[in-house]
Every structure is written in C-alpha cells, then in structure tokens.
C-alpha cells in the first residue's frame, strides 16, 4: 500500500478542528490528500495549517445552518476543483441528564448539529462527488446509537439516526462510484469528554471488556481505510471500534 494513497484526492473533514476530525484531517494530509476542514471554532481554524502540518482550506461555519453548508461545499469545490472524501466529524454530545430533564432547546440543538447538520453536508456534496462518479463518505456514529446510553438520551437518538441515514444514503448510491459508511466508536479521549459529567464517563469506560478509551489515532486509522479506493465492495455498513463493547 502506498504511503500516499490519497494523492490526487480532496477530502471535507467536518469537526476537524479538533478530536477524532482533527485526527483524521492530520492522516489524510501526510498520505497525500488535500484537505479542507469545516468548523465553527473560526479562532482555531486560523491556525489549523500550522497544527496539522501542511496546507488547508478552511470554512467557519455552524453545519446545522443548511445555507452555511451549501457555500461551504461549493467554496471547497470552486477552491481545490473536486470533492473525493466527505467525513462527518462534527457533534455534540449535549447534556447529561434523564430524558424528562433535558430541555427542549438542548434536545433541538443535538439534533440539529449531530443529524441536520450531517444529512445537509451529505445533501450538498454528493451531487459534486457524482460529477467524477467517485466519493467516500464516512459518517461518525457512536455505540451509543446501538445501544442507547442512560442519561445521554438527545446524543444516542441522534447517532442511531446517523446509522440509519447512512444504511438509506449508502443504498441510493450502491450502483455509482460513491460509498458511504459508518463508524460506531466507544468514547475516545477528545474534547468532548470535557462537556460530560464523570457519572457519564465512568459508566461507559465499565463498559468496554479492553478497560480503556478509544484513541484519535486508531479511529482515524479505520475512518482513512473507509475512505480509500481499497473499500469497494462496503457501502450502507457500520463498522464497530469500541474495544469489545458492541455485540451487534
């Protein structure tokens, strides 16, 4: 396998400002891709080309404002001439609470960040990915969508639907060039661990047979694997990283 499988190739990383899209953008850009992150986080994205080690193109935006999408898409696309790999990296994980406690407003942003927010980004560059009949997609998940986690109702609702979307959309484009797939991890060490309450995080961490959380790298490693020309014959799938936890 070359070390540079993704040279010719231009991946979107939403979210790649930091955790697991950050980790991912780092890995497409050393194989050889050109890479454009989306991010709301402006301040960082400033700086990104100097944290991820080569050039980037860069689009400040919040992705559950559909408007914002479609510029960003055709921004990237007008800037770097295609668009071969999107990976839906952006979430939240929103807040830890029962069901009847969460607010309304909250249950609403999950959603609009972690589901609209993924069916816009998907909704404005597959008809760019089909202008080659080529793409990739990879769609971040959780075992949470699987398995439903207590006390983090909004953020397993809403990657249980990432799944779904992903098993609809990966069907619709099974007879073209273009496959998109899911990736479910168990927590892994970012950022987001910073926004739960340690009851939360303790309970999933019990979860996992291997005893420990996921890392950046490993889940980049497989996210950059779904991305490649190797996976040809996988669409509409969900692939498990969870240390053991998912049985399905």
């Known amino acids: 396998m070359s070390d540079k499988r993704f040279e010719g190739r231009v991946a979107v990383v939403t979210g790649g400002a930091s955790g697991i899209g950050f980790g991912a953008a780092q890995r497409f850009l050393r194989e050889g891709a050109k890479i454009a992150v989306w991010d709301r986080d402006a301040a960082t994205l400033a700086k990104l080309a100097d944290k991820v080690g080569g050039p980037v193109h860069t689009e ?93 109702a909004a953020y397993s609702a809403s990657k249980a639907a990432v799944i779904g979307l992903t098993k609809s959309l990966g069907k619709e484009l099974a007879k073209t060039g273009v496959r998109a797939n899911c990736i479910t991890p168990a927590t892994v060490v970012t950022p987001i661990l910073d926004t739960l309450d340690q009851a939360a995080i303790d309970y999933m961490l019990s979860k996992i047979p291997m005893g420990r959380f996921g890392t950046v790298e490993e889940n980049a490693a497989l996210i950059c694997f779904l991305a490649s020309e190797e996976l040809s014959f996988s669409t509409a799938a969900t692939f498990d990283i969870s240390g053991g936890r998912t049985t399905f």
Request: hydrophobic content about 50%.
């Open 60 to 152: 400040a935006l919040d992705i559950s404002d559909h408007a914002a999408v479609a510029r960003a898409a055709e921004n990237t696309f007008a800037a770097l001439g295609r668009l071969d790999i999107l990976v839906n990296s952006a979430g939240i994980a929103g807040p830890s609470a029962t069901l009847w406690e969460i607010g309304v407003d909250a249950w609403k942003q999950v959603m609009d960040v972690n589901v609209n927010g993924m069916f816009y980004c998907c909704r404005s560059v597959v008809p760019l990915m089909l202008k080659n009949d080529y793409g990739r997609i990879v769609n971040i998940a959780s075992v949470a969508g699987k398995e439903g986690n207590p006390r983090m």
